[in-house]
């Protein structure tokens, strides 16, 4: 198991170099001058000049590539083009603010997307089961801009029940330690401020959450009723078990397999697909910044950011992996 | 076994709490919210120098401040910040783009233009209590010379590598009070041009202090103070109540990030925030039905147009072309685009500057005459054009895709077919600052509220340089050259407006533009607040807001 880990560990460089290249060669393909775009077109030719020979976007595109990875390596991400600050304390806020909103929409996804597929599978053809799998297929139909400006209209226009968008609302003060709001304020036992950041992660949790939460619903419901067909689950059932232990405890575990599969994958979308969702909700997260590097063509704030997503995948992934076993001790790694 | 699928199933009971807390989270946090003061002042208010209050103003907008060093940047957003923040050595009035002192008193100009000299207010201080003077405006003009990085600085006084000054040659403070500016030349619109936020005097110990950091911790002497700022998300300051001119009412100034033009609205709907800017033409009626909303419309100071290659072989060349094309596209039509908030335009520069030509009769929307200009100039069978357009909306053209496609529709009806290019931003400026199209949809929003900003910068030959042009039309005119180079360098206004309105009947002629609209963006603001008068430069200090 541990020389699995490690070999998988080793696999994360070829990775690392690969989609350092890829990142690299594909943001320069794209037209546009990163100094044009810092400048504006107020600047001088002079000015553009000579901000293009200090950024050294003259150089011939290997040698800029090699003093790139050289740094990397050294641990320095580089400096924003734009904002001249550097790339982690740039994402320090940001990447934080991402992943605290993907887990929130993940935990939020599996909970009910299991409950619904393992109901829908044990009451198969009844009108839960009608119900939630046609919810199931608005949720993977439905577009989150949408849904996201639905929400804000109905609980905070209308209701006001919810705070609109942000993270905090103005006024809340939170001391900060991790980024991760939800934990910093349990941290500091500042109990007002996690309740707001809990009523401003609601909305667009939710609305992250809804594709996956209907995937995975789907996934459950079917991996569940093949499971539940098998001679296993009737032995059980003959022998006069508890119909929910029979389903928690033989059915479930069995099922589970392309669950997880799937909620894996689902988290590494979330962490690079909530671009939509932080525009709506305003969420100061790294999609949003990512998106807005690349149309201002600040390479290494692009390039650095889709590393460390990238080495965020490959770990999921082998998260993931190692759960497997959890879930099926047959599963060998050696 | 066993204890496993425990786990599993505790897991998710857990979960499952986490999120029915979570609701009940929800709505006593929202209580605070409910009650519509845009900042609800929180009991667990920990760590903090102030308190929020109900005179504050939260101001939404769609994008984050790049830096808050007004030196260094272009865009708005930052430029909206730092005015709060900055002084410059005077200001714009707030109704028009004619100047009034600020950190200067008074002023004089020698004979020549070439030596200003400013007198400065006395007894200011910066935020940081270290006192303003001369030697503190004398720093930051020298500061500006020290990179190309201070991008205004280099395009409004003409710096280059070899020559960082730019028609600065001199800067020195003759007594604590006293400055004196020696220019190589004389410039009409320098004044004009130290009223620009870019120019706002920082204090020389913060910039000392924080070094590279300076942009995240600006020091100024203005009417509010800088608190903090969490990217893509706030920007807080405070009111200065020291501060020499008028005091803000307002207690707090707090700048958010609401990417979202729909979702930016319903905020103002819900309360939470009491202004912003970049509204859905759609939401407009929305807000006349609102008794609680208002619209304010920003005077413009910006032209859309769609510009002629003239430097390409073929038809864009030919002047009589480019004037059937100003007779073939109907303005009116275009005008629907812009959903009432566009003015037809028939000049290069706005009606709000001084300067602008009036008696100058637009070409009329008449198919027929156009068709006969063209077979005059040997096109009456027609020809092929691209059309290069940005695909985001710009202050001056909010639907440019559409308005191509107007002008595409327009134009077959005598003969020319377009193919429209469409890019992004950035490229599309890089494109047509190379000279890739035929003809370019484009627009500009003015400075420093001088019409030289306008005709130099967009019209004269000077500024047509393949890879830097301001002017895409790549319009050379040798007459219209020399009335520019000459309303530069003379100082009586009423003479440079006779100059300005020649070139602009030179121009009219000429016809290397069909010119669009003028635009008055508009801003929605709560009724709760009085005396916000948008400034035509596209920001405004905010001490003159007040709270009902």
Known sequence: ?334 | MKRKSYVVFSMLIISLLFVIVGCGGGDAANQDNGNNTAAGDSSANKGSSDSSSDKTIIFGRGADSVQLDPSKVTDGESIYVTNQIYDTLVRYKQENTEVQPALATDWKTSDDGKVWTFHLKKDVKFHDGTDFNADAVVYNFKRWTTSADFVYYGYMFGASKDNMKGIIQNVEATDDDTVKFTLSEPNAPFLQTLAMPPFGIASPTAVKKYGDDYFKNPVGTGPFVFDSWDKDDKIVLHKNKDYFGQVADADQVIFRVIPDNGARFMELQAGTINMMDGMNPEDMQKVKDDNNLQIVNRPSMNVGYMAMNTSKKGPMANTKVRQAINMAIDKKKLMTLYQGIGQEAKNPMPPSLWGYNDEIKDYSYNVDQAKKLLAEAGYGKGFTMNLYTMTNPRPYMPQPKLTAEAIQQMLKDVNIKVNIVENDWDTHLTKTEEGAHDAALMGWTGDNGDPDNFLYVLLDKDNAKKGSAGNIAFYKNDQVHKLLKKAQITMDQGTRTDIYKQVQEIIHDDAPWVPIAYTTPPMAISKTISGYVPHATGSEPFNYIKFK
Do not use: C
């Open chain 1, 1 to 334: 198991m541990i020389n699995y880990i490690i070999r998988r560990l080793l696999l994360l460089i070829p990775v690392f170099i690969g989609v350092s290249i890829l990142a690299f060669a594909l943001l320069r393909l794209i037209p546009g001058d990163p100094a044009k775009s810092m400048l504006g077109n107020k600047a001088t030719e002079a000015q553009l000049q000579s901000l293009r020979a200090e950024l050294k976007l003259n150089d011939p595109l290997p040698v800029q590539y090699a003093s790139y990875m050289k740094d990397v390596i050294k641990g320095d991400l580089g400096k924003s083009i734009k904002s001249h600050d550097s790339v982690i304390k740039e994402i320090s806020t940001r990447l934080p603010a991402t992943i605290e909103l993907s887990l929130f929409a993940l935990i939020i996804a599996i909970v009910i997307g299991v409950l619904a597929g393992i109901i829908s599978a044990a009451k198969r053809s009844s009108w839960f089961d009608h119900l939630s799998m046609t919810g199931a297929l608005f949720g993977v139909s439905m577009p989150i801009f949408w849904l996201g400006l639905m929400m804000i209209w109905l609980f905070s226009v209308t209701l006001h029940w919810l705070p609109p968008s942000g993270r905090l609302s103005v006024g809340t003060h939170l001391q900060t330690i991790t980024n991760f709001y939800l934990v910093d304020s349990i941290l500091t036992g500042n109990w007002f401020a996690f309740k707001d950041s809990l009523a401003h992660i609601l909305m667009p949790g939710f609305a992250l959450g809804t594709i996956p939460m209907a995937i995975i619903a789907r996934m459950t419901r079917s991996s569940m009723l093949e499971v539940l067909n098998q001679d296993f689950i009737r032995t059980a059932n003959a022998k006069g078990l508890a119909k929910y232990l029979v389903i928690f405890k033989h059915a479930l575990k069995n099922a589970f397999l392309p669950v997880l599969t799937v909620i894996g994958f689902q988290f590494g979308f979330l962490l690079g697909g909530a671009v939509l969702t932080e525009t709506i909700f305003s969420w100061p997260g790294v999609g949003r910044y990512v998106y807005q590097s690349i149309l201002s063509r600040d390479y290494p704030v692009v390039q650095s950011t889709i590393l460390i997503i990238a080495v965020m995948f490959v770990l999921i992934n082998l998260i993931t992996d190692i759960l497997y076993k959890y879930f099926d001790p047959r599963i060998r790694y050696d």
